[in-house]
């Protein structure tokens, strides 16, 4: 198999770190390799300053045109790779250890999660998302937890004991027949 020139990589590589920035796909997605290729894209497309939230939140919004416009599903992953961070700064940002002094980081990740939860819902919703894995999903990213209730009561599983004549009484119409 002949090698591909070298410059013709660059050139390739070149023209994928402009689509990143400019968060389009080419004329033809099914060419490229839709799913791949919109990873690279969302994961260059984190070109704004992660000093300046602002700039995350419209590199979020194109994110969430970039998946409208190409019919992609909205993830939590793919949405904090689109603001150039990954699940650990994020969860370090919503326990105040990195940039704690700041509180609009705490308000765009928060923005961020809804979105992507209100998304899964509405997938839930319209039963495009099985219940079993819209759960487990609600579970791993919008922090969910089983709650088992409890309920103490007699060791009887028939419950109270009844005298036999009360028994009797209730059931002679069905004993009669």
Known sequence: ?????SYKISQAVKRQR?????MRLPANPEEAGLPAFFIKVVALGATANKD???????????????????????????A???????????????????????PRYRELIRIIKNTC?????TLQLKNK?????GIWLSKQHDGMK?????????????????DPAEILERYKDIIKQ
Do not use: W
């Open 146 to 162: 089983d709650v088992q209730e409890i309920v103490l009561g007699s060791n009887d599983p028939l419950g109270e004991k009844k």
């Open 117 to 121: 939860a209100a998304y899964r819902e």
């Open 18 to 22: 402009t689509l990143a920035a400019n």
């Open 129 to 133: 998302i099985a219940p079993a894995t």
């Open 52 to 78: 300046n939230p602002e700039e995350l939140m419209q590199n979020f919004v194109k994110y969430l045109r970039f998946c409208e416009a190409y019919n992609e599903p909205i993830g939590n992953i793919a």
């Open 80 to 102: 904090y790779a689109s603001i150039g961070m990954n699940m650990d700064e994020v969860s370090h940002i919503e326990h105040g250890k990195l940039r704690a002094n700041d």
């Open 1 to 5: 198999m002949p090698k591909t020139p």
